[in-house]
């Protein structure tokens, strides 16, 4: 996969040079939060969601984690 020699990406660049600053708590709970108020009905959906978005991310290399297998 093409992310394993990337130190950066174009996320992180669109994001600016205080990226690596910020904990990865804030970027985990402004995830869930814009999310869930996308679809304010059901946290449910808005997990799967953030789980779909994660796999895609990981597919195309831009993030080297796997997402969370979903739990029934």
Do not use: C
Request: hydrophobic residues 40%; negative net charge; glycine residues 6%.
């Amino acid at each position: 996969m093409g992310h394993l020699g990337n130190l950066r990406n174009e996320y992180q660049d669109l994001l600016g040079a205080d990226f690596d600053k910020t904990p990865k708590s804030v970027y985990a709970a402004l995830a869930v939060s814009l999310a869930m108020r996308l679809n304010p009905e059901s946290n449910a959906d808005a997990l799967k969601m953030l789980r779909d978005e994660w796999a895609t991310l990981h597919a195309n290399g831009i993030v080297p984690q796997k997402p969370p297998k979903e739990t029934a």
